[in-house]
Structure formats: structure tokens, C-alpha cells
């Protein structure tokens, strides 16, 4: 019995120094932002989202000097960007222009959120409203941050937008003047000619635009727009084809 006594007073002595050294271990583990960011993005590569999302909450609640809770939100809305949930990635890209508006990351973010809109874009068909949101926060890149180091791409990505919402209006055009609705395509071709001055397709807007006019029976506007593409555009097919309108 002694025994067994002596046996029993051993077993939870050691389990009493098994508890507190597993508590000691514990307090002696330090948060370490660092650590984390690298967890994170392991996790990130291996697309476990969620988990890296945990650790990427945990730096932004617990780093007291606020150094690696910018990046850690950054990361968040990249990892949305990767699992193929971009209005998520806007809203946390959003959310981190609200958190730290004067980051060095600040550009960024605000870049991320119109190229987020930017690969969307379908076409001209289904894309020009994209196209316009992303036009959108690219312009207000610019405006907020003007010394941003993106000077070299973004007027690319900025034209390739303006050409998009241009290309949708001229297919609206287009159908109105295809039923014979001149008035409504006049509406959308003159549009272009004072919003996107620079559209690709600029002298096929200008030649549908003398063609509309010119079913309308108003001859004047229609040699106006005519000689306009001549003067611009003398190389164009649509230069050529505006000679068999033979306006009176």
C-alpha cells in the first residue's frame, strides 16, 4: 500500500513539472512579427488562405509599434488577390488606404486597387464598365499620390482604359445607327469626339458621325465631319469611304 501510495505522489509530481514547464515554455515564446510574416507567406504559397489570414490579424493586433501591421494588411489583400477574390482584395486594399493613408505602401495599395479592377476587363462589350472603375482609381492614383513610382506604366494602363469605355460607346453607336436611330448614335459618337479625343477608332466615330448627320438630311454638319476626318485622318479607309457619301 505504501507502495502504491509512494508510486501515485510521484506520477503527479512529474506531471505537476511537465505543467509548469510547458507554461514556462510558453511565456518564454516571444511574438515575433517577422516570424509571422514569413509563416504567413508559407502558408500563402501554399494556398492555406485562412491560416496565413490568422497569423496576418494576429501581427496587426499584437505589433504595438504598428512597423509590420501596414505590411500585414498589404498581405492580407494579396492573399484574396491569389485565392481569386479580387472585390475582397479592393476591400481590404481600401481598408488599408483608411488605416495608414501616409504608409510608403499607400501608392501601392491605391495602384493595386485599379489594376484588381484592371484584370478584370473583358473586352469592349462587356468590359467598358470595369474599364471605367479602373480608370477611376488609376486617375485618383494620381491625383492623391502624384510622386508615385508608376510613371512609366500607368498612362499605358490609363489609355488602354479610355480605349475600352471609347470602344463600348462606338458599339452602342453603332446599333443605334444600324436601326436608323441617328439622333441616339449622334449622342454616343459625339461623346467620344469630346471625351476621348485620343480613341483608337477615331476616324470610323468621325465617319459615322457624317453618315448620321447625312441621314438626318443635315448636310452641313455631315462636310464638317467629313473634311475633320480628312484633315486628321487622310490615310484612313474610312477617309476614302466618306467620298461615297457624296454630300450635295
Known sequence: MKTLIKLFVLIVIFSLLLSCGGKEAIKKEE?????????????????????AR?????????????????????????????EDEPELAITEYRRFLELYPESTYAPYAQYSIGMAYFRQIEGAERGAGTAQKALNEFLK???????????????LRIQKCRNIIAEGEL??????????????????????????????????????????????????????????????????????????????
Not at 492614383?141 to 498612362?155: A, D, F, Q, S, V
Request: net charge positive; no cysteine; proline share 5%.
Open 31 to 51: 511574438f515575433d512579427p517577422v516570424v509571422y510574416l514569413k509563416k504567413a507567406d508559407e502558408l500563402i504559397s501554399k494556398k492555406e488562405y485562412e491560416e
Open 54 to 82: 490568422k497569423l496576418l490579424l494576429e501581427i496587426k493586433n499584437r505589433e504595438s509599434a504598428k512597423e509590420y501591421a501596414p505590411l500585414a494588411q498589404l498581405k492580407i489583400a494579396e492573399s484574396y488577390l491569389k
Open 141 to 155: 492614383l494620381e491625383k492623391m499620390y502624384p510622386r508615385h513610382p508608376y510613371g512609366e506604366i500607368l498612362p
Open 171 to 248: 458599339l452602342i453607336g453603332k446599333f443605334y445607327h444600324t436601326k436608323g436611330s441617328y439622333k441616339a448614335a449622334i449622342g454616343r459618337f459625339e461623346g467620344i469626339l469630346k471625351n476621348y479625343p485620343d480613341f483608337k477608332n477615331l476616324d470610323e466615330t468621325l465617319y459615322l458621325l457624317a453618315d448620321s448627320y447625312k441621314n438626318l438630311n443635315m448636310t452641313d454638319m455631315a462636310k464638317q465631319y467629313i473634311q475633320l476626318l480628312k484633315e486628321k485622318f487622310p490615310d484612313s479607309h474610312f477617309a476614302k469611304k466618306a467620298e461615297g457619301l457624296k454630300i450635295q
